[in-house]
C-alpha cells in the first residue's frame, strides 16, 4: 500500500514538473519568435516582483546608487563598486546581475529588520518601496558573475 501510494506521488510530481517544463519552454520559444532583445528581456523580468513592489525604474535606481543622500553619507557603490560588480570586500556582495526579487528581498530584509546588520539597516532604513524597487533593478541590469547551477548535472 506505502509503494502504491508512493509512486502514485512520485508519478504526480513528474507530471506537475513536465507541464510546467512544457509551459516554460513555450514562453522562451514565443519570446524568442518575437526576436526581442537581452536587454528588453532583462527589463521585463525587472517588472516581476514576487514581494509586491512596483516596477523598478532602472534610471531610478541608477540615481539612487550613486547617491551619498543616506544617513551614513555613502552610496551603494562606495561599498559594492562601480555598478554593483567589485565590492571593496570580499565578504561584501556583488550586487551586479543578481536577480530583481532576491535584491528586493534582501534589501526589504535589511530595512525591516529581518535580517540585522547594522550598516546595511542603516543603508536602506529610510527607502520606501519604490526606492527598493528601482535600487533592485538598476543592480539587476548590470553585468556582473553571478551564477547559477544551471550548467551542473
Given at each position: 500500500m506505502?509503494?502504491?501510494?508512493?509512486a502514485k506521488s512520485l508519478l504526480s510530481a513528474l507530471l506537475l514538473s513536465a507541464a510546467l517544463t512544457a509551459c516554460s519552454s513555450q514562453e522562451s520559444a514565443e519570446t524568442a519568435a518575437k526576436g526581442e532583445h537581452a536587454e528588453e528581456a532583462a527589463e521585463h523580468a525587472i517588472k516581476s516582483s514576487s514581494a509586491g513592489l512596483p516596477d523598478g525604474r532602472v534610471a531610478e535606481g541608477e540615481k539612487l546608487a550613486n547617491s551619498t543622500d543616506?544617513?551614513?553619507?555613502?552610496?551603494?557603490?562606495?561599498?559594492?563598486?562601480?555598478?554593483?560588480?567589485?565590492?571593496?570586500?570580499?565578504t561584501y556582495p556583488t550586487l551586479a546581475g543578481q536577480y530583481a526579487d532576491y535584491l528586493e528581498?534582501?534589501?526589504?530584509?535589511?530595512?525591516?529588520?529581518?535580517?540585522d546588520q547594522a550598516v546595511m539597516k542603516g543603508q536602506v532604513g529610510h527607502l520606501n518601496?519604490?526606492?527598493v524597487a528601482d535600487l533592485a533593478a538598476y543592480f539587476a541590469s548590470r553585468k556582473g558573475n553571478i551564477t547559477d547551477l544551471s550548467h551542473v548535472e
Open positions: 506505502t509503494l502504491n501510494i508512493t543616506t544617513p551614513s553619507k555613502q552610496s551603494c557603490i562606495e561599498c559594492h563598486g562601480k555598478e554593483g560588480a567589485a565590492p571593496i570586500d570580499p528581498y534582501a534589501i526589504t530584509s535589511y530595512r525591516d529588520g529581518r535580517r518601496d519604490q526606492q
